[in-house]
């Protein structure tokens, strides 16, 4: 190993998911880290996810066993995108081995199993995180700023709106119910609940949702409200059956904010735009910028220079929290408190 790589956070990447399209290359690409290999139990299919998206880059090991990576001692850090109720055990067994993990979201489909990888990460001194890239895009610390400005005065509503046309390669994204993590709001609602809890400093106090479900029990489509207290409301709506939408808006006493792609693939320009009561309105284009590839460099250099993650455990323990109270009020047709 030479100096530079050992300024570097060794990754391996568990599962050959198709998220990693976006994740893998800029695991490579990190000023910060270096990919050392990616497993998974089909055979074959870690190699060719390497011949796909790294096919200049022969020195990554490729695993047929999920348990080889782990046991991999050059492996300091794991990504983590393998199916939803796949998570909890395979995030607790990463850490067992002394690695570090982020975990794509979400972390555990019960706050219960994330008390127990918290327990853990402490026991066996590693990082985790759950693995919330949007966070990291710039254009959100500018909505933060704006709003800390005093622009649009005092928060009294958010609105978070998430969606695309399910196509066939993702169908399986439907194939588990609710309970196993599959369907749209623990894929896709999972990034309304957070969006919209970013900009209230309190945790709501009740939820109300409705969800149309398909027959396999996960939902679909889901829309719903979070109260927070004092006439302060959060709208999420998300869905599978919609065309492309990923934007939130936040609405004070003396104007408003709106993101308007929260999601930031290739090419696209991120836009902000506000008003004001008095007539004042803008939009804002920022510089383009991958939030993967700041989400991994900022993990990276939580690990290497021993800092707290910018998602500690009580973030996605709120969540989680706010999610299954969600799903319960949709299946049970009632306010749930939280």
Same mark, same amino acid.
């Given at each position: 190993? #030479? &100096?530079?790589?050992?300024?570097?956070? *060794?990754?391996?990447?568990?599962?050959?998911?198709? =998220? #990693?399209?976006?994740?893998?290359?800029?695991?490579?690409?990190?000023? #910060?880290?270096?990919?050392?290999?990616?497993?998974?139990?089909?055979?074959?299919?870690?190699?060719?996810?390497?011949?796909?998206?790294?096919?200049?880059?022969?020195?990554?090991?490729?695993?047929? &066993?999920?348990?080889?990576?782990?046991?991999?001692?050059?492996? +300091?850090?794991?990504?983590?995108?393998?199916?939803?109720?796949?998570?909890?055990? !395979?995030?607790?067994?990463?850490?067992?081995?002394?690695?570090?993990?982020?975990?794509?979201?979400?972390?555990?489909?019960?706050?219960?199993?994330?008390?127990?990888?918290?327990?853990?990460?402490?026991?066996?001194?590693?990082?985790?995180?759950?693995?919330?890239?949007?966070?990291?895009?710039?254009?959100?610390? *500018?909505?933060?700023?704006? =709003?800390?400005?005093?622009?649009?005065?005092?928060?009294?509503?958010?609105?978070?709106?998430?969606?695309?046309?399910?196509?066939?390669?993702?169908?399986?994204?439907?194939?588990?119910?609710?309970? *196993?993590?599959?369907?749209?709001? !623990?894929? =896709?609602?999972?990034?309304?609940?957070?969006?919209?809890?970013?900009?209230?400093? +309190?945790?709501?106090?009740?939820?109300?949702?409705?969800?149309?479900?398909?027959?396999?029990?996960?939902? =679909?489509?889901?829309?719903?409200?979070?109260?927070?207290?004092?006439?302060? $409301?959060?709208?999420?709506? $998300?869905?599978? %059956?919609?065309?492309?939408?990923?934007?939130?808006?936040?609405?004070?006493?003396?104007?408003?904010?709106?993101?308007?792609?929260?999601?930031?693939?290739?090419?696209?320009?991120?836009?902000?735009?506000? !008003?004001?009561?008095?007539?004042?309105?803008?939009? %804002? *284009?920022?510089?383009?910028?991958?939030?993967?590839?700041?989400?991994?460099?900022?993990?990276?250099?939580?690990?290497? &220079? &021993?800092?707290?993650? +910018?998602?500690?455990?009580?973030?996605?323990?709120?969540?989680?929290?706010?999610?299954?109270?969600?799903?319960?009020?949709?299946?049970?047709?009632?306010?749930?408190?939280?």
């Amino acid at each position: 190993m #030479n &100096n530079q790589d050992q300024a570097k956070l *060794r990754w391996g990447i568990l599962g050959a998911a198709r =998220i #990693n399209e976006r994740l893998l290359p800029v695991i490579v690409e990190a000023s #910060n880290a270096k990919l050392v290999g990616i497993a998974s139990r089909r055979a074959g299919a870690a190699a060719q996810t390497l011949a796909q998206y790294a096919p200049c880059h022969p020195e990554i090991q490729p695993y047929d &066993n999920l348990d080889a990576l782990l046991n991999d001692e050059d492996v +300091q850090a794991i990504y983590l995108p393998m199916a939803n109720h796949e998570h909890a055990e !395979w995030a607790l067994r990463a850490i067992e081995h002394r690695k570090h993990v982020l975990c794509e979201k979400p972390m555990a489909l019960t706050v219960e199993d994330i008390e127990a990888i918290e327990t853990a990460a402490r026991r066996y001194r590693v990082t985790v995180m759950e693995g919330f890239m949007y966070r990291f895009h710039p254009q959100h610390a *500018r909505v933060l700023e704006l =709003i800390r400005s005093g622009l649009i005065g005092e928060i009294r509503s958010v609105r978070a709106s998430y969606s695309f046309m399910m196509r066939p390669a993702r169908m399986y994204r439907l194939a588990e119910d609710v309970s *196993r993590g599959g369907g749209a709001m !623990w894929d =896709i609602g999972c990034y309304a609940i957070h969006s919209l809890r970013m900009f209230f400093q +309190q945790a709501p106090r009740t939820v109300t949702a409705v969800s149309k479900y398909v027959e396999s029990g996960a939902d =679909i489509t889901t829309s719903g409200i979070l109260d927070f207290g004092d006439g302060k $409301f959060a709208h999420f709506d $998300f869905s599978f %059956e919609r065309a492309r939408r990923c934007e939130y808006e936040i609405i004070g006493t003396q104007g408003g904010i709106k993101c308007h792609l929260v999601w930031q693939l290739p090419g696209d320009v991120p836009v902000i735009s506000w !008003w004001t009561e008095d007539g004042r309105q803008s939009e %804002e *284009r920022l510089p383009a910028a991958n939030h993967f590839r700041l989400e991994i460099e900022h993990f990276s250099d939580c690990v290497l &220079n &021993n800092k707290d993650p +910018q998602l500690s455990f009580n973030d996605a323990r709120d969540n989680c929290r706010t999610i299954v109270a969600a799903l319960q009020s949709a299946a049970e047709g009632r306010v749930i408190k939280i």
